[in-house]
């Protein structure tokens, strides 16, 4: 597609719910990141995969927090049992990878925990 | 890990002012970029800067990477120009984990 295209845009989900939030990324952009974005906050690095590898899940806030990312392109983040403190909104973004490759980001997925 | 700074951390123009916001990094990097989010929230990708300047119309920036800071300057501002403004790094030798500073938000008045 022309951008990075999250679904769905809005969710609402009742405490201790799982959720999934999908991030399709632009075609050919190897490498894929989540972020979180809390009202008024910056942007709080999650996950990052090159390929379907992910050689940096350090900013995963907790063990309910997992994602996956298959054949190199659509990537899923899950969120079990949410709390009300996982509210923000989820951000995906891609990049062709090597010099000059700017980050893309889609709209994002805001998640309210109620 | 790295720290990213940004400065002012708010900033009230009237339109057609200029103004430079600045951004610190604590490491040596190979990657700078420069984002605005918008009111709506949406991220732009301005600059992709790891050194030197470039300019795309009202906009430009420096990345003085041996003195580990960047510049974005806005010339004659416009109030589309509001929002909050980003950069983010990555470290040299990392495995490419875009850190992101903490923003400046920036308000054009009429």
């Known amino acids: 597609g022309a951008g990075v295209s999250q679904s769905p845009s809005n969710k609402v989900t009742e405490k201790g719910k799982d959720v999934e939030l999908r991030c399709d990324p632009i075609?050919?952009?190897?490498?894929l990141y989540w972020y979180r974005q809390s009202l008024g906050q910056g942007l709080e690095f999650l996950i990052y995969?090159?390929?379907?590898?992910?050689?940096?899940k350090s900013g995963l806030p907790s063990d309910r927090f997992s994602a996956e990312r298959t054949g190199g392109s659509v990537s899923t983040l899950t969120i079990q049992r949410t709390q009300q403190e996982d509210s923000a909104v989820y951000l995906c973004?891609?990049?062709?990878?090597?010099?000059?490759?700017?980050?893309?980001f889609g709209n994002g997925t805001r998640l309210t925990v109620t | 890990g790295i720290q990213v700074e940004q400065s002012p951390p708010d900033l009230i123009l009237q339109e057609g002012a200029n103004s430079t916001l600045r951004c610190n990094f604590s490491?040596?990097?190979?990657?700078l970029q420069w984002f605005h989010q918008n009111p709506w929230g949406q991220l732009i990708n301005l600059f992709y800067?790891?050194?030197g300047t470039k300019q795309n119309g009202r906009l430009s920036a420096t990345t003085v990477a041996t003195e580990r800071y960047s510049l974005l300057y806005i010339s004659s501002s416009q109030t589309t120009d509001s929002g909050v403004y980003f950069c983010?790094?990555?470290?040299?030798?990392?495995?490419?984990?875009?850190?992101f500073g903490t923003g400046t938000r920036l308000q054009v008045t009429l």
């Open positions: 490491d040596s990097v190979n990657n």
């Open positions: 800067i790891p050194s």
């Open positions: 983010a790094v990555v470290i040299t030798g990392t495995a490419s984990k875009l850190t």
């Open positions: 995969f090159q390929g379907n590898s992910a050689p940096d």
């Open positions: 075609s050919g952009h190897t490498a």
């Open positions: 973004a891609s990049y062709r990878g090597g010099n000059n490759s700017p980050l893309h």
